[in-house]
């Protein structure tokens, strides 16, 4: 049975990708396994950044579950069930506290990040899932058409929550961290911010120049963060070898 939305403005537009948009035009089927199958209506393909939706549709759609699944798996591998639980609710939003999701490579960090994505489109709250360099991408995209970043930072300061994954798993120039700090600048203490990422927080500062506007980015993502560390099993090879 679809839900039509009526006024509720935008839930999901994910990476431009007319495959994932929820609006007032659109309308939503949940399944049995806690995804939702969105369906278009009265949208144009959009011209661009359909490399980048496909990534962005791909990966929520394949992860993700009920948050109750990874309660489970979480406690089974000693991580603290109860705090993921808790980040499930998406309680945190009420807040605007930003989420961090450490972990090594494999142990489910952007699984996670998609069930909070899922959860707050349930809710119906503005979720946008995207991975850092595919927006510094979409970025240098719209630079050769668009005279500033204006456009661009007022699109991703939106979102009620905002999952940047791979969270400087990638060198980042001057450019990058002048635009990161102007996006965090906008979202801090209004909006919520998920990181995923392989770095812990004390890290991040190197990685992002180690200036004032390191100094800045890093005290406005850390201060009242939830934080979760997702240790280092690697989950997925784990699964490959049991198949």
């Known amino acids: 049975m679809s839900v039509k939305l009526g006024v509720v403005p935008a839930c999901l537009y994910m990476s431009n990708s007319p495959m994932m948009f929820l609006s007032n035009r659109g309308s939503f089927r949940p399944e049995t396994s806690g995804a939702y199958t969105l369906r278009r209506r009265g949208r144009r393909r959009p011209k661009s950044g359909s490399a980048i939706g496909a990534r962005a549709v791909a990966r929520l759609a394949g992860s993700g579950g009920p948050i109750g699944d990874y309660y489970g798996s979480a406690n089974r591998r000693g991580i603290d069930g109860v705090l993921i639980r808790e980040a499930g609710t998406c309680q945190f939003m009420e807040s605007a506290s930003n989420v961090v999701i450490e972990g090594c490579t494999g142990t489910g960090k952007s699984y996670l990040a998609c069930c909070l994505v899922k959860q707050a489109c349930r809710m119906r709250r503005g979720a946008r899932y995207i991975r850092l360099p595919d927006l510094l991408m979409e970025r240098d995209e719209l630079a050769a058409t668009e005279r500033s970043n204006a456009k661009i930072l007022k699109k991703y300061a939106r979102y009620e929550i905002l999952v940047l994954d791979e969270w400087l798993t990638e060198d980042v120039n001057d450019v990058d961290i002048s635009f990161l ?63």
């Open 181 to 243: 700090f102007e996006l965090i600048e906008r979202r801090y203490a209004a909006k919520s911010t998920v990181l995923c990422t392989q770095y812990t927080p004390a890290e991040w500062h190197g990685r992002l120049g180690g200036g004032v506007q390191a100094d800045s980015m890093v005290d406005r993502l850390i201060h009242g963060a939830v934080r979760i560390d997702l240790g280092d099993v690697n989950v997925r090879k784990l699964l490959a070898e049991k198949k």
